[in-house]
Structures are given as structure tokens and as C-alpha cells.
């Protein structure tokens, strides 16, 4: 009897291993597609992904942003929704609600997580640009171009940080990745020279 059980318990752990590498396998797969924009194909994967493995956070974050992208914004505020309520301090999951809630035209509900999000990250000038455009949805242009000035004063400040990673590549003797840095660098500051 014992033996029966114990090999039924291997057969068990055998298929769910087997299930995570099918799962992880399909994810990949989905990534790729996901970051060629083929939306259509990384659905399918990833829809095959959480078949294998329900649970897996990141697929079904990746999901909301495959259906975010296909315009389907009610099926992404469902998942964004769900994600967030697993992962109360995922910035990233919060944002990417918000963003939904704009392109759904549900700009209460926008607003509502904007000022939190806000207040946990002051910097961030997309919060500002999205704020801008909630502005300007509701035609408050001086909220709107106020808030297109804040985001903007970030992004500029955030060029010091290409700058300083493009010295440090290139004190590695990683050309390469310090011309990048500075192209990017380069690409923020180009208004500012003035």
C-alpha cells in the first residue's frame, strides 16, 4: 500500500514540474511575441501559460498589458484589479490600472489612484503627464499645461542619470552601451541647450 502511495504522490510532483515547464516555456514564448507586438499570438500564449500554471503572477500581469494594448480595457481592468488586490504595493501593477481607467474613460476612478500613486513616488513624471491628460479631458487647460511643465521639469532632471551611467560604461570600456547612454542623454537635453 505504501508503495502505491508513494508512487502515486511521484506521478503527481512528476506532472506538476512538468506543468511549471510547459507554463514557463509558453510565458517565454508570449514575452516574444508581446515585445514584437503581436498581441493576437502572445493572447494565445499566455492564455496557454496560465492553463499550466493558474497562479503565475507575471503572466497574468502580462495578460492585462497584452489586452490593455488590444483595447480591450474592461477585461484589463478586471486583471489589474485582481493583481492589485494580491499585491497591494505593486507600483507597476497600480499604473498600469490607472493607465486603464484613462483609456476606459473612467477618469473618477483615475483620479482616485493617481493621488495615491503620487504620493508614494512625487517623481514620476508620467503620473504628471496622466494627470495632464485627465486635465485636458475635462478641458482644465491650466491644470493641464501645469501638469505637462512638472512632468517635463522630471524628464529633464532624469538625463543627469544617462549621463552618469554613460561615464560609467565608458570607464568600463563599454562604448557601446555609453553611446547609448549619451544618445539618450543627449535625446532629454537637446531642449534645454538652448
Given amino acids: 500500500m505504501k508503495k502505491i502511495l508513494l508512487f502515486f ?7 506538476s514540474c512538468n506543468n511549471i515547464q510547459k507554463a514557463q516555456a509558453f510565458y ?8 514584437e507586438q503581436n498581441f493576437e499570438q502572445a493572447l494565445l500564449l499566455i492564455n496557454k501559460t496560465l492553463y499550466f500554471k493558474p497562479d503565475f503572477y507575471q503572466a497574468k ?8 494594448y488590444s483595447k ?18 505593486n507600483f507597476d501593477c497600480k499604473f498600469w490600472l490607472l493607465r486603464c481607467y484613462i483609456f476606459n474613460s473612467e477618469l473618477d476612478k483615475a483620479k482616485i489612484y493617481l493621488k495615491e500613486l503620487i504620493r508614494t513616488n512625487t517623481e514620476d513624471w508620467r503620473l504628471y503627464y496622466y ?14 499645461f501645469s501638469n505637462l511643465n512638472t512632468a517635463d521639469t522630471f524628464i529633464k532632471d532624469s ?5 552618469d551611467l554613460a561615464l560609467f560604461w565608458q570607464e568600463l570600456g563599454l562604448q557601446e552601451r555609453s553611446t547609448l547612454c549619451f544618445s539618450k542623454a543627449e535625446m532629454l537635453n537637446t531642449r534645454y541647450l538652448e
Fill in 159 to 163: 538625463s543627469v542619470v544617462y549621463l
Fill in 28 to 35: 517565454l514564448d508570449a514575452v516574444k511575441e508581446y515585445k
Fill in 131 to 144: 494627470r495632464a491628460l485627465i486635465a485636458k479631458q475635462q478641458n482644465n487647460f491650466e491644470d493641464y
Fill in 9 to 15: 504522490s511521484f506521478t503527481i510532483l512528476l506532472s
Fill in 72 to 89: 480591450d480595457y474592461s477585461a484589463s481592468i478586471d486583471i489589474f484589479q485582481k493583481l492589485t488586490k494580491i499585491q497591494k504595493e
Fill in 61 to 68: 500581469f502580462l495578460k492585462g498589458k497584452i489586452l490593455f
